[in-house]
């Protein structure tokens, strides 16, 4: 898609409104805390120094992002980033280093920096003047893609490019799932409307129409009393 349609797309969809602008810097802000939190873990475990300190170093980058886009939006982010840190939050939205192994991880990391720093500037451009300090984001998301990257070949340089191939078409594998199930879990509830106005309508609606068709009752719905109980337990 040309850059100026997607600035345009991006304006329309998520920055229309002062509400729209603050809840989705929100959201970008939770996503930068979880992110901080998923790095300083996999400082935790792996071996290399050298990786462990761009593993600190990346975790730091995205608190100090949290922080910037937590400000930019008219109200405090829902979880704290202190929560963030210890772990507070969905374990689904987490990309675990145990479960992906080092490669996995970093393989991961380098293909959502690589995102983020197109997404980024597309919302920078998109938000104008007000989008200034996306700018110091995006310098740091472009070093977290360059590092990445340099990690990624340093394994290939071990001997380990299969494993780099590997954990790179696993990575495209689950984008494409994911992908899927968004549009599946959309098509589910659209259809699921649609079934339960369906089934409200033409099952329910009759008996609307038939109840309270005795002497002195109220046709239609009618509003459930209240128990005449009065006990004090
Ligand atoms: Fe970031
Ligand atoms: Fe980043």
Same mark, same amino acid.
């Given at each position: 898609?040309?850059?100026?349609? *997607?600035?345009?797309?991006?304006?329309?969809?998520?920055? *229309?409104?002062?509400?729209?602008?603050?809840?989705?810097?929100?959201?970008?802000?939770?996503?930068?805390?979880?992110?901080?939190?998923?790095?300083?873990?996999?400082?935790?475990?792996?071996?290399?120094?050298?990786?462990?300190?761009? %593993?600190?170093?990346?975790?730091?980058?995205?608190?100090?992002?949290?922080?910037?886009?937590?400000?930019?939006?008219?109200?405090?982010?829902?979880?704290?980033?202190?929560?963030?840190?210890?772990?507070?939050?969905?374990?689904?939205?987490?990309?675990?280093?145990?479960?992906?192994?080092?490669?996995?991880?970093?393989?991961?990391?380098?293909?959502?920096?690589?995102?983020?720093?197109?997404?980024?500037?597309?919302?920078?451009?998109?938000?104008?003047?007000?989008?200034?300090?996306?700018?110091?984001?995006?310098?740091?998301?472009?070093?977290?893609?360059?590092?990445?990257?340099?990690?990624?070949?340093?394994?290939?340089?071990?001997? *380990?490019?299969?494993?780099?191939?590997?954990?790179?078409?696993?990575?495209?594998?689950?984008?494409?799932?994911?992908?899927?199930?968004?549009?599946?879990?959309?098509?589910?509830?659209?259809?699921?409307?649609?079934? %339960?106005?369906?089934?409200?309508?033409?099952?329910?609606?009759?008996?609307?129409?038939?109840?309270?068709?005795?002497?002195?009752?109220?046709?239609?719905?009618?509003?459930?009393?209240?128990?005449?109980?009065?006990?004090?337990?």
């Amino acid at each position: 898609m040309a850059a100026p349609l *997607r600035t345009s797309l991006a304006r329309l969809l998520f920055w *229309r409104t002062e509400e729209a602008q603050s809840s989705r810097l929100r959201e970008f802000a939770e996503t930068e805390a979880f992110g901080a939190r998923d790095l300083a873990r996999a400082a935790e475990r792996v071996q290399d120094p050298w990786t462990r300190r761009q %593993l600190i170093r990346h975790a730091q980058d995205e608190v100090r992002h949290a922080g910037l886009l937590a400000e930019g939006a008219s109200r405090p982010v829902t979880t704290g980033l202190g929560a963030t840190m210890v772990g507070e939050t969905a374990e689904d939205s987490a990309a675990d280093i145990d479960a992906m192994g080092e490669i996995g991880f970093i393989a991961f990391v380098h293909g959502a920096e690589k995102r983020a720093t197109a997404e980024f500037a597309t919302h920078r451009e998109a938000l104008g003047e007000k989008g200034a300090f996306f700018e110091s984001i995006l310098e740091d998301e472009r070093r977290h893609v360059a590092w990445t990257s340099h990690q990624l070949a340093r394994y290939r340089s071990e001997g *380990r490019g299969a494993e780099v191939d590997a954990a790179v078409r696993r990575m495209k594998m689950q984008r494409v799932t994911g992908a899927w199930m968004w549009l599946a879990r959309r098509i589910s509830l659209v259809t699921s409307t649609i079934v %339960l106005t369906v089934v409200y309508v033409v099952g329910i609606g009759p008996f609307a129409l038939l109840s309270g068709r005795g002497k002195g009752r109220a046709r239609g719905w009618v509003t459930a009393k209240a128990p005449a109980l009065q006990r004090p337990f």
